[in-house]
């Protein structure tokens, strides 16, 4: 009978009558259901819990798994590089708005404080490193913290901020002591009673660290110190979890068919060999072929095979190969899944595996518009709110309480890496129409390719200008002469 699993058949073993009526509302459920979906299939478990009650049970699980395959899958490695690669490329850079002045004044902080090991508390890495390592945590873990350190003017930085980033592990999702009865803890975040998140439980050390776990405790701090980095996928969520999370088991599944192909091909090219001696006995008991010294002496069943080797077998054994044979290699069955792997990744194909054999010009075209709009869901949405605004407020902050800058609001517009072109030709030519046509602006134009629109301009102005000093003709000039020259023509007629 369809539709009955295991409960149903200890249910009709212990009442009969129980259970007929158990499958009859199951029938009446699944005839007047609405959508086929919603109707009840063997082995697919549904729940209607919160996200924080989902994620919450097995957000640990999760993650230790994803930075195993990040750690030992060569798919799993291969997608965190790319995911920062297509999120942050060079870094997402600020291009400071209002007075020139002022702006370039700010900028020039900006660039000795974020463009050096200023910026960062460990002082390994610049902005840009942290934007990459805090993308690849978000990827593998799911999520990052990036913390508030403010330092003391005699310690000699640009500003005196640094920024500290701190894996998710960091967070005490256990109940802290709450002062105000109206506020609640959920997964080491503390939230009023409006929902205004109001800090963070932080571990004073990573809770995995062998040296610190006898010093194991967490302390509350503020929210303006702290920024939870993660992408929300539902309302209320409160914790991120690690991207590809759907096809753990498959990236597993394709880890272990990769293995077992390696290990067929192995079988497939080696030369077994069989010994086989003869088991007639003659009169006297001793077996044809072999003497009794022969029968006395230890025997080495295991002959290790070696180019050009002559092997001399004992009287009456017989020897027979075998041959093992050799199917397909199952590089269809591989593609299919890579390509599977690739959609839970939000990637293309070539991407994941590096494979662009079957690819052409129109097809990686079509692949990154998709690829490019999920990169800039992700800067726009994720990064730049969450990681590059307020890391730019703090730096503002600090560079007015230390005098390097006073007055008004401060802001920035944040522009993520270049995408490099497939066609440069076919591009910059679709680029140049656009300008003419007056759907893009030259500032637009300049800052797709990740430069600051003021910058480029003083840059070119000062060339331009060598160029003519020196008699020589820019670039520039060229096609400045040539617009002129078409202008004029369509003028005149």
Known sequence: MKNINMLDKLVNYVSPVAGAKRLAARRVANITARYEGAKKKDGWQSVGTSANSEIGRDLKSLRNVSRDLCRNSPYGARMLEVFSSIVIGDGITPAALGDDDAAKKLMSFWDEWAGTTACDASGMTDFAGLQTLAARSVFESGEVLIRRRDRRPKDGLPVPLQLQLLEADHLDDITGTVKNS?????????????????????????????????????????AKNISHIFAKQRPGQVRGVPRGHAIYNLLRDMDEYREARLLKSKIEATL?????????EQEDGTRLGLSAQAEAEPRNDMVDLAPGMVHY???????????ASSTSDGNALHRTLAQESSVGFGTTYDQTTGDVSQANYSSLKAGGIVQRRIASQIQKQVFIPLFCRPAWRW????GELNNSWQGSSHKAKWVPSANEK???????????????????SWADQVQSRGHDPREKFDELQKEIQRFRDAGMKHPMD????????????????
């Open 182 to 222: 109206l506020d609640v803890d959920i997964q080491g975040v503390r939230f009023s009673a409006t929902g205004k998140i109001l800090g963070y439980h932080i571990f004073t050390h990573h809770p995995g660290d062998n040296i610190w776990a006898a010093q194991r405790k967490s302390a509350f701090v503020d």
């Open 272 to 280: 077994a060999i069989f010994v086989g001696t003869q088991r007639e």
């Open 313 to 323: 077998g004992r009287p009456g054994e017989t020897i027979e190969t075998i041959n």
């Open 395 to 398: 730096f503002v902050e600090a």
């Open 422 to 440: 497939i066609d440069p030709k076919k591009d910059m030519e679709a680029d140049a129409l656009e300008l003419a046509s007056g759907l893009s």
């Open 478 to 493: 060229t096609e400045i002469i040539r617009v002129s020259e078409n202008s004029n023509e369509n003028n005149a007629s």
